[in-house]
Nanobody, 126 residues
Framework: QVQLVESGGGSVQAGGSLRLSCAAS????????MGWYRQTPGNQRELVAL???????RYGDSVKGRFTISRDFAKGTVSLEMNNLKPEDTRIYFC????????????????????WGKGTLVTVSA
């Protein structure tokens, strides 16, 4: 099993920046992908950014150019630098990790992401 603990988040004005961090513990060898999702108004999970062990870093379309993900494979940590935040970025953000998946939009559908943190709230005011 893998446990994920998020830190960071909070409140900021539009145009500001925040940083989220996530630390994994347990059986880190189970992790082939690690990243961030956020909850949509319809309670779905939307991909924000993700780094697989093999392959390219992925970003959700709405955050490209504003958010940057980084991952320390040895330490089992992943961070998300969020710049130029907008009110529509106000969401609960979840750290996720898992065996990963191959092909198509599987990460966008959170396939192969078995482990989830409890979530951290990001609030952006206009």
């Amino acid at each position: 099993q893998v446990q994920l603990v998020e830190s960071g988040g909070g409140s900021v004005q539009a145009g500001g920046s925040l940083r989220l961090s996530c630390a994994a513990s347990g059986n880190l060898y189970l992790i082939n992908a690690m990243g961030w999702y956020r909850q949509t108004p319809g309670n779905q999970r939307e991909l924000v950014a993700l780094i697989p062990n093999v392959g390219s870093t992925r970003y959700g379309d709405s955050v490209k150019g504003r958010f940057t993900i980084s991952r320390d494979f040895a330490k089992g940590t992943v961070s998300l630098e969020m710049n130029n935040l907008k009110p529509e970025d106000t969401r609960i953000y979840f750290c996720a990790a898992g065996r990963g998946c191959i092909g198509g939009d599987c990460y966008e559908r959170s396939i192969g992401m078995e482990y989830w943190g409890k979530g951290t709230l990001v609030t952006v005011s206009a």
